[in-house]
């Protein structure tokens, strides 16, 4: 097979949660060598995360964390101990870059910072993301992507006018915040590869975010208006929004932002009598009569499959999509062409589908995911043998003072979050 892009790139991943491992697995599947350390005593919040397949939970068995650290190697390493950080600089040694997405401060407590790390790797790619950047007032605020999804104003303006905030599913930052990270990463690297120079790349997850409410921010700015929510709707666009169809929970989503799609539009429904009425004749009247509209659209998908409405306004050119439930997507005939998921055999889960994270394909080295994600520790002995080189007297030293851990703690039951 073609060598792949990142081929003999190697990464040591202090990173946990989402966006950092995230970021190191584009990398992963297009041929990077990644060892994510994680220890018995400490380990990512996401191997207590559901899913877990037949609900049986285990630090081994969350596909949560499985879906980001596929093509991963493995080692375990206390940070807490001294023997632990020495076990750290040689990884620093022997990697190109490093990521880290710990609250800021952390690093530099166990001597792991940037500056120290340029001392002596110099050529170094180092990079930090956290919620809110390593300097400022806030900096030191800990937490995950559903609070900076909040700060940076999803909430708000998620949900309907009348009810509580309904923000976006989960974290919400977690799923962009990498992929600006993974590109600031490539042209680090390209920049080293002409200049031989490393550096610094430090991610604000709140700055990336606020990002994506640039035009809203921007008209509070010019007009002084605050957005706030609206449902489903759009100000430039009506109909616009999420419409029952036949069958148990089954929708279509519709949105037609101009009068040649609202003539298509009204074709498709056969120009009944109210697609004639002047309130509904221009994109300002249909907005005026928004919620008759939306009752008159509604009693007519609701007496059709979703699938059908689908294929009847995308053949006249009009924006209209399934809402798909995670069922219909392992069956969906676009994903399985493109190989999105891939199959693979697990120590504990038994063969999960693992969605491939790199959402490119490059013609000449294409992405491949051929490794499951590892359990604790399983490839500590091809880490600290093969890539670090040690001498198993070193191993076995290191595995006595629980530097290298290898088992949980006596006791131990796994903390959840179903």
């Not at 949560?64 to 040694?93: D, M, V």
């Not at 990498?178 to 002409?194: C, P, V």
């Not at 700055?207 to 035009?215: G, M, Q």
């Amino acid at each position: 097979m073609t060598k792949k892009v990142f081929e003999g790139l190697k990464v040591v991943e202090f990173a946990w949660v989402a966006v950092g491992p995230q970021t190191s697995k584009y990398l992963a599947d297009h041929g990077a060598t990644v060892v994510r350390l994680e220890s018995h005593t400490h380990f990512d919040l996401f191997r207590g995360t559901s899913p877990f397949p037949q609900n049986i939970p285990g630090v081994n068995r969350s596909m949560f964390y499985g879906k980001y650290n596929s093509n991963k190697y493995h080692a375990t390493c206390n940070l807490n101990l001294p023997q632990g950080r020495e076990l750290a600089w040689k990884f620093i040694e022997w990697a190109d870059v490093i990521t880290e997405s710990f609250r800021p401060g952390t690093m530099k407590r166990w001597g792991l910072d940037y500056d120290s790390v340029i001392k002596v790797r110099p050529d170094i790619i180092y990079v930090s993301t956290s919620m809110q950047g390593q300097t400022g007032p806030f900096s030191q605020y800990a937490g995950v992507g559903s609070m900076i999804s909040a700060v940076a104003g999803f909430g708000e303006i998620s949900g309907y006018p009348d009810q509580m905030p309904a923000p976006p599913y989960g974290a919400y930052s977690d799923y962009f915040c990498q992929r600006f990270l993974s590109t600031t990463l490539m042209a680090a690297m390209d920049h080293k590869q002409l200049t031989g120079k490393g550096q610094w790349i430090e991610q604000s997850q709140l700055e990336t975010s606020v990002y994506f409410n640039a035009p809203l921010s921007i008209d509070y700015e010019v007009n002084g208006h605050i957005a706030g929510r609206d449902g489903n709707r759009l100000p430039y666009a009506a109909p616009h929004g999420i419409y029952p169809c036949e069958g148990s929970d089954c929708w279509i989503a519709i949105a037609v932002f101009n009068d040649d799609q609202w003539q298509a539009f009204c074709s498709v429904l056969g120009n009944p009598d109210w697609t004639r009425q002047e309130k509904f004749s221009s994109l300002l009247q249909r907005k005026n009569n928004e919620d008759e509209l939306d009752s008159l659209i509604g009693q007519w998908t609701n007496t059709k499959r979703s699938k059908d409405i689908e294929v009847l306004l995308q053949d006249q050119g009009v924006p209209a999509s399934v809402v798909e439930k995670s069922s219909d997507l392992y069956q969906d005939p676009q994903l399985a062409h493109r190989k999105f998921y891939v199959k693979m055999n697990h120590a504990e889960m038994g063969t999960p589908n693992y969605p491939q994270q790199a959402d490119f394909i490059l013609s000449k080295t294409p992405r491949e995911t051929i490794m499951p994600s590892p359990c604790l520790g399983e490839h500590n002995e091809y880490v600290y043998k093969e890539l670090l080189k040690l001498s198993d007297d070193e191993i076995s030293d290191r595995m006595a003072d629980e530097s290298i851990t290898t088992e949980l703690p006596a006791g131990f039951k796994l903390t959840t979050n179903m």
